[in-house]
């Protein structure tokens, strides 16, 4: 079975970047059958989509965050990433990651329900 696990949250200051990483193990399928997203969850709020990537390697973010995330992968690695820029104290909530085996080759998920699998999550706290 497909475990997720992400790495590289910690604390940051308002303005600095982190990237965060996602490896996936226990594939019995190459990577490249996943869809892979990237989500969010603040104390207190429901968990918001933050980027996605299609098995082709087409992306999907909200607008709000286009242009201060980047998400990407590297399947001979089996990881998913995402790059965060410019990072404000709004940004910090628990970062998860999600598979979803056998998605349409060119479409991202943007849905949590979609997913089959997740990770635990790493803290992103981003202090002003």
């Known amino acids: 079975q497909v475990q997720l696990v992400e790495s590289g949250g910690g604390l940051a200051q308002a303005g600095e970047s982190l990237r965060l990483s996602c490896a996936a193990s226990?594939?019995?399928?190459?990577?490249?059958?996943?869809?892979m997203g990237w989500f969010r969850q603040a104390a207190g709020k429901e968990r918001e989509f933050v980027a996605a990537i299609s098995r082709s390697g087409r992306i999907s973010y909200p607008d709000s965050m286009k242009d201060q995330f980047t998400i990407f992968r590297d399947n001979a690695q089996n990881t998913v990433y995402l790059q965060m820029n410019t990072l404000k104290p709004e940004d910090t909530a628990v970062y998860f990651c999600?598979?979803?085996?056998?998605?349409?080759?060119?479409?991202?998920?943007?849905?949590?329900?979609?997913?089959?699998?997740w990770g635990r999550g790493t803290q992103v706290t981003v202090s002003s």
């Open positions: 999600a598979a979803k085996a056998y998605a349409p080759y060119y479409d991202p998920i943007e849905q949590v329900h979609e997913y089959d699998t």
């Open positions: 226990g594939l019995t399928f190459p990577f490249t059958i996943f869809a």
